[in-house]
């Protein structure tokens, strides 16, 4: 591919934090998803999260009664869930979190709930989009909270951040990329962000700081710089992550050979 239209592909990209992080996962997989647009291939746990999501958004937007949940589940499962877990211990543990959430959950109350709210604009001069899991809007306050299948435990509060405290900082990244887009509809930042994470039933609920926001842009700039300025898009192959999180495994040379 030649230089010129390289440039026009990434002049004109709209960016979402998903596909950044794919470029720091691996800038081949971004290669191959992004430049060659090549199809994403089902891959276990992306389907599970995705087709929880989808549960809970046809809840709040009316579309399945609470108590219709767990049926909406069990019936579907095989049908969404395409990609095969790595163990069966895996597919259990997971199938039977997301059962037992559904059974016992509890919607969020006390403000105007806005469920899988498409969010565009721009940050620093980027086109960026995004997909707001939930948007609650007490009149006062708003919340945006993104549902997490990965099983966090709360921060720790110690002095040196714990590996999940930095795992949850990350995960925040996507959300504070969401503010200033939620901020252009509703006219005021979120006060509050939220990962839901719904397997262990843990919500990680903390107030909007502003240091982290600057942060934030900060990592989506520097990163697309990295994307404008690559030239050959190395591959960054470990087992795991490859053979089990990566929907681009069936076109990657790279994943073959490990």
Same mark, same amino acid.
């Given at each position: 591919?030649?230089?010129?239209?390289?440039?026009?592909?990434?002049?004109?990209?709209?960016w979402?934090y $998903?596909? =950044?992080? /794919?470029?720091?996962?691996?800038?081949?997989?971004?290669?191959?998803?992004y430049?060659?647009?090549?199809?994403?291939?089902?891959?276990?746990?992306?389907?599970?999260g995705?087709?929880v999501?989808?549960?809970?958004e046809? !809840?709040y937007?009316g579309?399945?009664?609470?108590?219709?949940?767990?049926?909406?589940?069990?019936? $579907?499962?095989?049908? &969404?869930?395409?990609?095969?877990?790595?163990?069966?211990?895996?597919f259990?543990?997971?199938?039977?979190?997301g059962l037992s !959430?559904?059974?016992?959950? =509890? @919607?969020?109350?006390?403000?105007?709930?806005?469920?899988?709210?498409?969010?565009n604009?721009e940050?620093?001069?980027?086109?960026?989009?995004?997909?707001?899991?939930l948007?609650?809007?007490d009149?006062?306050?708003?919340?945006i909270?993104?549902?997490?299948?990965?099983?966090?435990?709360p &921060?720790?509060?110690?002095?040196?951040? /714990?590996k999940?405290?930095?795992?949850?900082?990350?995960?925040?990244?996507?959300?504070?990329l !969401?503010?200033?887009?939620?901020?252009?509809?509703?006219?005021?930042? @979120?006060?509050?962000?939220?990962?839901?994470c719904?397997?262990?039933?843990?919500?990680i609920?903390?107030?909007f700081?502003?240091?982290?926001?600057?942060?934030?842009?900060?990592?989506?700039?520097?990163? =697309?710089?990295?994307?404008?300025s690559?030239?050959?898009?190395? @591959?960054d @192959?470990?087992?795991?992550?490859c053979?089990?999180?990566?929907?681009?495994a069936?076109?990657?040379?790279?994943c073959?050979?490990?």
């Amino acid at each position: 591919m030649s230089d010129s239209i390289y440039a026009t592909l990434i002049r004109d990209m709209t960016w979402s934090y $998903s596909r =950044v992080k /794919t470029f720091e996962t691996c800038p081949y997989k971004f290669y191959l998803r992004y430049i060659l647009q090549r199809k994403p291939s089902a891959q276990f746990f992306s389907d599970f999260g995705g087709f929880v999501h989808e549960l809970l958004e046809g !809840y709040y937007k009316g579309e399945i009664r609470r108590e219709n949940l767990p049926s909406e589940y069990l019936l $579907s499962f095989s049908d &969404r869930v395409k990609g095969r877990a790595m163990s069966q211990k895996v597919f259990q543990n997971y199938f039977h979190d997301g059962l037992s !959430y559904l059974r016992e959950f =509890v @919607p969020y109350e006390g403000g105007i709930v806005k469920a899988e709210g498409k969010v565009n604009g721009e940050i620093d001069g980027l086109k960026f989009t995004g997909i707001v899991d939930l948007t609650i809007d007490d009149g006062e306050d708003l919340e945006i909270v993104d549902h997490k299948s990965r099983a966090l435990k709360p &921060r720790s509060k110690r002095a040196k951040p /714990t590996k999940t405290d930095e795992e949850i900082d990350e995960m925040l990244i996507q959300l504070y990329l !969401y503010v200033p887009l939620v901020e252009k509809m509703y006219w005021r930042k @979120p006060k509050w962000l939220c990962l839901n994470c719904f397997r262990n039933r843990v919500q990680i609920k903390e107030p909007f700081d502003e240091a982290k926001f600057e942060r934030a842009k900060a990592w989506l700039r520097e990163n =697309v710089d990295r994307i404008a300025s690559e030239e050959d898009f190395d @591959p960054d @192959p470990e087992y795991f992550k490859c053979h089990n999180l990566c929907e681009m495994a069936g076109h990657c040379e790279y994943c073959n050979m490990i």
